[in-house]
């Protein structure tokens, strides 16, 4: 039976993220996905914002153009223009960029299974029991922790019997291409509790690619029908006539935020199963790189030093008592599900003071907290992204 110091469940942003720092502090890793390609069924629109691509070093072919612009439309469609001195959004290439990551986890020695999920898992001594379906061969491998990075709803939490998500949004976006869209590169936000109850519509538009989505609470929501009203309802705002649809992405977000019980002896959560989300924005791009990072400099201390103690800093209170704001903010978007009210809220956005207020959320740069210093040891352990 094989054996790894860290088996990593899911190759997304966050288990790629894990797997190549691991990886490159000497730790022997196994990434497996059940995919057979990460280029396929993407499920983030991929915007990463401003301090994301100030504190890691994504490679820049893997960006599309800056985006500054911002638009937030009322349901009735009044729009209200915020501007931004800096370059606030990109929409990442994420085909493209998990490939570059996978090649680096492979350059650090991580060992890469692909067409293979994760089935259960159980204690054997000091050691757990992965038992994984590889293609359609059953696997057992050992393992001196596990990791889940299977989204939202983790097997693998469950087993570890850590929390698991409850609350989230589904959302369902068209990706375009040779849209001919005037002016700059924009993000467009539409808020409608009819169509994204409890969310927003929008559209991602860079020069190159612009990804037209729409998402909401699934007790309310019915994506695809959803998109086909939310696509016509802006056909004066975004011609798609003569566009390319490339691509569909979708799937469940979780915005009930960073899940409280994240980790013990036996393995941790990361990205979209640790509830890594920001609850407001529902962006969990920023949050999954901050927590993979941190979850990999744990990892490498808790199995140098055998110290239970240094997992407690992996802990989801942490996080959530630093995120009270979103959290309520959530509580109140999903109380409030009338266009009226919404309408009234949109206009109070043009007030100097609340426009002020509107901007500091697209362009804030809290969009996570940074996670607890770990003692000089773990940190050296683990190299910076930035020129890795």
């Known amino acids: 039976m094989d054996s790894f110091d860290v088996t990593i469940v899911g190759a997304g942003l966050a288990g790629l993220q894990c797997a190549r720092l691991l990886g490159q502090s000497g730790r022997r890793v196994l990434l497996l996905d059940r995919k057979n390609s990460l280029t396929r069924n993407i499920h983030t629109t991929g915007i990463f914002v401003r301090r994301t691509l100030t504190d890691f070093d994504i490679p820049e072919d893997c960006l599309g153009p800056a985006i500054r612009d911002v638009t937030l439309y009322s349901p009735r469609h009044r729009p209200l223009e915020l501007k931004s001195k800096h370059d606030e959004f990109r929409i990442g290439r994420m085909g493209r960029l998990y490939t570059f990551l996978l090649n680096r986890c492979l350059l650090a020695g991580v060992s890469w299974l692909p067409e293979s999920s994760y089935e259960s898992c159980s204690e054997l001594g000091p050691r757990t029991c992965v038992n994984i379906k590889a293609g359609s061969q059953p696997r057992s491998i050992l393992t001196r922790y596990l990791v889940g990075g299977d989204g939202a709803s983790?097997?693998?939490?469950?087993?570890?019997?850590?929390?698991?998500?409850?609350?989230?949004?589904?959302?369902?976006?068209?990706?375009?291409?040779?849209?001919?869209?005037?002016?700059?590169?924009?993000?467009?936000?539409?808020?409608?509790?009819?169509?994204?109850?409890?969310?927003?519509?929008?559209?991602?538009?860079?020069?190159?690619?612009?990804?037209?989505?729409?998402?909401?609470?699934p007790a309310k929501f019915e994506p695809l029908p959803a998109l086909a009203r939310f696509t016509e309802s802006v056909k004066d705002i975004v011609d798609l006539t003569e566009a390319t649809l490339i691509e569909r992405r979708g799937g469940r977000i979780p915005i009930g935020g960073v899940l409280r019980k994240i980790a013990n002896s036996r393995g941790l959560l990361i990205g979209d199963a640790a509830g890594a989300v920001s609850p407001l924005t529902a962006g969990g791009l920023d949050p999954c790189m901050r927590l993979s990072t941190f979850a990999a400099q744990v990892i490498n201390e808790f199995l140098e030093s055998g110290d239970a103690e240094v997992l407690d800093q992996y802990s989801g209170d942490y996080f959530r008592t630093r995120f009270a704001s979103r959290l309520w903010a959530r509580r109140l978007a999903a109380a409030v599900n009338n266009n009226t009210l919404m309408e009234l809220g949109c206009g109070a956005l043009r007030l100097p003071v609340v426009k002020?207020?509107?901007?500091?959320?697209?362009?804030?740069?809290?969009?996570f907290p940074d996670a607890p210093r770990l003692p000089k040891r773990a940190e050296s352990a683990v190299h910076s992204v930035a020129g890795t």
Do not use: M
């Open 154 to 217: 983790s097997r693998v939490g469950h087993d570890l019997q850590l929390d698991t998500n409850k609350e989230w949004i589904v959302g369902v976006e068209n990706v375009y291409e040779q849209l001919h869209f005037p002016g700059p590169p924009r993000l467009l936000c539409f808020v409608d509790s009819a169509l994204a109850p409890g969310y927003i519509g929008w559209v991602a538009h860079d020069g190159d690619e612009t990804h037209v989505g729409v998402a909401g609470y």
């Open 356 to 367: 002020k207020l509107a901007a500091h959320v697209f362009f804030g740069r809290g969009s």
